[in-house]
């Protein structure tokens, strides 16, 4: 029979693990999205304008 302190350890555990990896996830996504952002902004410098 499990204990309701061991119960609550596992449940503890289990959100506290889930929540690290959905941090994680989003760091990802977050570095993803900004080095997009950077290769575009490089390919928008490097294109010819219409001044020329």
Known sequence: ?????????FGYKAFSGSM?????YAGY???V?????LQHRRQR?????PES
Do not use: I
Not at 1 to 9: E, F, G, I, P
């Open 20 to 24: 690290m990896l959905l941090t994680v």
């Open 29 to 31: 996504l977050c570095s």
């Open 45 to 49: 410098e490097n294109a010819p304008g």
């Open 33 to 37: 999205r900004v080095q997009r952002m």
């Open 1 to 9: 029979m499990v204990s309701k302190k061991q119960l609550a350890d």
